[in-house]
């Protein structure tokens, strides 16, 4: 148990339709990172955010949004969801912005 | 552009053998290599890293070398064990001079089974 959390483990929606996925970064972890798995690809970063603040972007559609909150959870929203969007995400964190980092168990979103 | 790549996607051995994952890159701000071992349905799980500056670093039965002038690094697991059977991640983290400092580039990883 790395100690991240992510809800839901499963989500199952339409095409169209808008998620929001939520992690919980280790205990005194400060930077997030959200990560996209697709079929047969590796990790690809998305976004990472710093107590609060965005730090970097990777390849994160603009259909794709995310934020972290003053408790430091964070929360990876994807609106306009199209089939191309199923995928496993995963969210990791560290100490701090370089540290190594933490995955959770990841979220399975299927659109249909 | 793929930066990290891991060119096999599947590896198979026998028990008590030695196991070599290999993974090239191309970006020479890298300052860190990890290794993730993912099993199914659960998240990556942070294995063993070398720094840019070194060679080679041993953990137990794991062991990563790292060849920067051929930009290519490798994971050795002797002996290899059932249970090290997973999806093996090459990662590589962008140094702090770079925009994107912490933010890690994965290869797209090896499936290693290991049989009895």
């Known amino acids: 148990d790395s100690g991240v959390t992510q809800t839901p483990k499963h989500l199952i929606t339409a095409t169209g339709q808008r998620v929001t996925l939520r992690c919980s970064p280790r205990s005194g972890d400060l930077s997030v990172y959200w990560y996209q798995q697709s079929l047969d690809q590796g990790l690809q970063f998305l976004i990472q955010?710093?107590?609060?603040?965005?730090?970097a972007k990777g390849n994160i559609l603009e259909r794709f949004s995310a934020q972290q909150f003053p408790d430091l959870h964070s929360e990876l929203n994807l609106s306009s969801l199209e089939l191309g969007d199923s995928a496993l995400y995963f969210c990791?964190?560290?100490?701090?912005?370089?540290?190594?980092?933490?995955f959770g168990p990841g979220t399975r979103l299927t659109v249909t | 552009d793929q930066q990290v790549k891991q060119n096999s996607p599947s590896l198979s051995v026998q028990e008590g053998r030695i196991s070599i994952l290999n993974c090239d890159y191309t970006?020479?701000?890298?300052?860190?290599f990890l290794w993730y071992k993912k099993y199914p349905a659960e998240g990556p799980t942070f294995l063993i890293s070398i720094s840019s500056i070194k060679d080679k670093n041993e953990d137990g039965r794991f062991t990563v070398f790292l060849n920067k002038s051929a930009k290519h690094l490798s994971l050795h697991i002797v002996p290899s064990q059932p249970g090290d059977s997973a999806v093996y991640f090459c990662?590589?983290?962008?140094?702090?001079?770079?925009?994107?400092?912490?933010?890690?580039?994965f290869g797209q990883g090896t499936i290693l089974t290991v049989h009895p």
């Open positions: 990662a590589a983290r962008v140094n702090a001079g770079g925009t994107s400092y912490g933010k890690l580039t």
């Open positions: 955010y710093y107590n609060g603040e965005e730090r």
């Open positions: 990791a964190s560290s100490a701090a912005v370089g540290g190594w980092q933490y």
């Open positions: 970006n020479s701000m890298f300052d860190y």
